[in-house]
């Protein structure tokens, strides 16, 4: 009774989101497999083009590439946050939140200024003696892993500081009071503790970076095309939804297989957590 | 009683323009563009028609392609006026999302350039005319570009930037590089690509806006591209030394045409809009103003004034021509091909 209770009171949000989130995506994908080709036939044509093989495992790359750096990145910010003392936390998480308070398109331009050819570091470096000409960074997939990595730590940090706070002092204190040392502490005790933590902020910076598009636009261009880039060139350029909706569809599958194996990742490392 | 019938006729027509406003109250004129330039466009246009129609006037804003894409899916509705690059609204025409033009419901047709009057067969005029370019940083490139084959120069390399294939330029690009191999790009789109291929090691970076190529050269990072010539102020404004280059094939004309779509709720407000902004007096103010470069023939400019647009009929007489309509059959395949030589 309790039980069905419980599905009456979730019903009106779960039909939202079947219709709002889950039907749309169904819809899209559905239109892939009735072309007059035949069901598979756009899959064919799309893992059949060397290109968009290139672009599909780029986009893997890249964001697996800022997932992981953003992981460290955060990580560390976060634990250093959530062990300092409360003014300073105050000031840390505003300071980490703070790019968030501009948009994405901004906070990557930023780093046209910072990367390009007459730009901050290409000019400190030549003002330094390091080079003797200014580097080619601004469009190459580095560039693009830089500036996703900015743009994601902060959501990183975020999720981590939460997950650290919750993992109480006194397991820290036993730890260290049976003779572990700090390094075997963190090993043992704070980093299986944070796995759900890492395991949340990984998939968004996943997901995030999977489906980005202003950023390797801007600092990537046609050079380092990614599928959000390719998707919106099929559908509001070449005008072909077909395609647009099938990469939509690859996208959808590689994102659900990429958090299941997070997942099972993380319940490696902790049977508990997950 | 002639007297009193001339009368008679004079008060109906007089009731009856005076009523004009009033007939319109209440209805709409739903407006696709593009968003630039909207406090120029209110002042010149939308106030005087809004005076005129007695009618609201609501728009749709976004690129060529995010706004054709929207009339496609509603199938031609909901817009009354359609403003597309020619390149797209060829596309939207073959797409059946535009209604053929009556010549009669626009008298200021008479007043514009040839090229402007039908450039699709039958369809929607042109309202201002540009030109497809190179512009470089004379400052940088000490040698003129005086040719389209100028591109391909060691002198230029890794300092170049090509309109993406997205955009409306790019696929003249091909065109150009089909050109530059003595092949046609329609008919050996291998050849015209082994010219793009041949360019790449001096292209740094294709854009996809106006605005992106101009960064490009404001930050150093380019010294030439292929541009279209109302982003010349804006790029000169950044970098005074850009020019724009004089070629001896002469620039590829590109022309803004406004159509009325298929499933437009008030196409008779659509022809008094599209009328009033061939005008001489409209398109005078637009040409002064910097919005665009004027088509009908009676707009008069200063030197200065005319310095950034195309602009008198020597020069538009010149202009090449494109054929959409191969252009656009062929685009699905050459994007492919693009992506693969840019993106590989």
């Known amino acids: ?274 | 009683m002639k007297k009193l019938a001339a009368t008679a006729l004079a008060l109906s027509a007089t009731a009856l323009l005076s009523a004009a406003p009033a007939m319109a109250q209440g209805k709409t004129l739903t407006i696709s563009w593009w968003g630039f330039n909207g406090e120029k466009l209110e002042a010149i246009v939308l106030a005087p028609f809004r005076e005129q129609c007695g009618c609201e006037i609501v728009f749709e804003t976004g690129n060529n392609g995010e706004r054709l894409n929207k009339i496609q899916i509603r199938n031609g509705a909901g817009v009354d006026v359609a403003y597309f690059s020619d390149s797209f609204s060829q596309q939207g025409i073959e797409a059946g999302l535009f209604q053929k033009i009556d010549p009669a419901k626009l008298p200021n047709l008479a007043g514009i350039y040839e090229l402007a009057r039908d450039p699709q067969g039958g369809y929607g005029p042109a309202y201002t005319i540009g030109r497809v370019g190179i512009v470089y940083d004379s400052a940088k490139v000490t040698t003129p570009i005086a040719s389209w084959n100028d591109l391909w120069r060691e002198d230029l390399a890794a300092s170049l930037s090509l309109p993406g294939i997205t955009t409306t330029a790019g696929p003249m690009v091909v065109m150009k590089a089909g050109e530059h191999q003595g092949v046609d790009a329609f008919a050996d789109a291998d050849g015209a690509f082994a010219g793009v291929e041949a360019l790449k090691p001096n292209v740094v970076k294709n854009y996809n806006t106006g605005s992106e190529m101009i960064n490009l050269f404001s930050t150093g990072e380019i010294s030439a591209a292929i541009a279209q010539d109302f982003t010349l102020g804006q790029i000169q404004a950044a970098v005074p030394s850009v020019v724009w280059a004089e070629l001896g094939e002469g620039s590829i004309a590109t022309l803004n045409t406004v159509n009325i779509p298929t499933g437009a709720a008030e196409p008779e407000l659509a022809y008094q809009f599209i009328n009033l902004i061939l005008s001489p007096e409209i398109q005078q103010q637009l040409a002064e103003q910097g919005v665009d470069a004027p088509v009908n023939t009676s707009v008069t400019l200063t030197p200065e004034q005319a310095a950034l647009w195309t602009y008198g009929a020597d020069l538009i007489a010149g202009l090449q021509r494109i054929d959409y309509v191969k252009m656009n059959a062929a685009k699905s395949g050459w994007v492919d091909r693009w992506n693969e030589i840019f993106g590989m």
């Open chain 1, 1 to 274: 009774m309790k039980r069905f209770a419980g599905w009456t009171l979730a019903s009106p949000a779960t039909l939202l989101v079947v219709v709002f989130l889950v039907l749309p995506v169904l819809a899209t994908i559905v239109t892939t497999f009735t072309t007059p080709g035949g069901p598979f036939s756009t899959y064919a044509a799309f893992f059949g083009s060397g290109f968009r093989r290139t672009v599909l495992w780029r986009t893997i790359q890249v964001s697996l590439a800022t997932t992981v750096i953003a992981l460290v990145i955060g990580f560390l910010t976060a634990y250093v946050v959530s062990r300092s003392p409360g003014w300073l936390k105050s000031i840390l998480i505003v300071a980490a939140v703070f790019p968030l308070l501009t948009g994405v398109v901004v906070r990557s331009f930023a780093w046209l200024i910072i990367l390009g050819k007459n730009g901050i570091l290409n000019t400190t470096l030549l003002n330094l003696g390091v080079i003797g000409e200014p580097l080619t960074m601004l469009y190459t997939q580095g560039a693009v892993i830089i500036a996703m990595v900015y743009l994601f730590v902060p959501l990183m940090i975020l999720t981590l500081v939460g997950v650290l706070e919750a993992i109480p002092d006194d397991l820290i204190q036993a730890s260290a009071s049976l003779g572990a040392k700090p390094t075997a502490t963190f090993m043992q005790v704070t980093l299986p503790l944070a796995v759900p933590g890492l395991i949340v902020g990984a998939v968004l910076v996943f997901t995030g970076s999977f489906t980005s598009y202003a950023t390797p636009q801007l600092l990537g261009g046609e050079q380092v095309m990614m599928m959000g880039t390719l998707m919106y060139q099929q559908a509001m350029v070449v005008f072909d939804w077909v395609a647009a909706s099938t990469i939509a569809a690859v996208m959808v599958v590689i994102t659900i297989a990429i958090v299941l194996l997070m997942t099972r990742v993380a319940r490696r490392l902790n049977p508990m957590a997950v």
